[in-house]
T-cell receptor, first 116, second 115 residues
Framework: GAGVSQSPRYKVAKRGQDVALRCDPI?????LFWYQQALGQGPEFLTY????????KSGLPSDRFFAERPEGSVSTLKIQRTQQEDSAVYLC??????????????FGQGTRLTVV | KQEVTQIPAALSVPEGENLVLNCSFT??????LQWFRQDPGKGLTSLLL?????REQTSGRLNASLDKSSGRSTLYIAASQPGDSATYLC??????????????FGQGTELSVKP
């Protein structure tokens, strides 16, 4: 596709509910990242995929957060038993990833999650 | 700990003024640095990417510089316009690259250009 696409754009979840956020990266991009952005803050890294392999999940805040990219394209970020502190914008980014010169990251519009 | 800091947090200028946004980072051994723009309620738009071997990059009215030895980057905006109003984010890629080039972001500078 022309850009990184995320869905839904907005999600309101009741505390304790499970949610799934989807990311469609730019076609052909090997690297895919998830970031979390709290209000008024810069984005913070959650996890990274190279094709279907999750190579870094050091930023996931708890074991309630789970991400997958089973076919090396579309990725899903799942949050189980949502809590109010999970309220944030979740951003997905992709890059060519084939070497240092191709690391420019392109971001989606984000999913704004509100837990009530 | 690898950190990125942006000063000021907010800036208001009259239309037409030239301005500089500052970014500093704690480790001079970086891969590259990327400047983004974020409009309210929107995602991030990439403005400029500077590789560690470069000293500056230019795109239109924007010029970004990089001084690794002092751990600083600046984003210069010439002849500012109201449409430049947005939050500007600086992000750095630190080694090791096997982490895929994840970005460490600053807090951003919220720019307001008054007509």
């Amino acid at each position: 596709g022309a850009g990184v696409s995320q869905s839904p754009r907005y999600k309101v979840a009741k505390r304790g509910q499970d949610v799934a956020l989807r990311c469609d990266p730019i076609s052909g991009h090997v690297s895919l990242f998830w970031y979390q952005q709290a209000l008024g803050q810069g984005p913070e890294f959650l996890t990274y995929f190279q094709n279907e392999a999750q190579l870094d999940k050091s930023g996931l805040p708890s074991d309630r957060f789970f991400a997958e990219r089973p076919e090396g394209s579309v990725s899903t970020l799942k949050i189980q038993r949502t809590q109010q502190e999970d309220s944030a914008v979740y951003l997905c980014a992709s890059s060519l990833g084939e070497g240092q010169g191709n690391t420019e990251a392109f971001f989606g519009q984000g999913t704004r999650l509100t837990v009530v | 700990k690898q950190e990125v800091t942006q000063i000021p947090a907010a800036l208001s200028v009259p239309e037409g003024e030239n301005l500089v946004l500052n970014c500093s980072f704690t480790d001079s051994a970086i891969y590259n640095l990327q400047w983004f723009r974020q409009d309210p309620g929107k995602g991030l738009t990439s403005l400029l990417l500077i590789q560690s071997s470069q000293r500056e990059q230019t795109s239109g009215r924007l010029n970004a510089s990089l001084d690794k030895s002092s751990g600083r980057s600046t984003l210069y905006i010439a002849a500012s316009q109201p449409g430049d109003s947005a939050t500007y984010l600086c992000a750095v890629r630190f080694p090791p690259y096997n982490q895929g080039g994840k970005l460490i972001f600053g807090q951003g500078t919220e720019l307001s250009v008054k007509p």
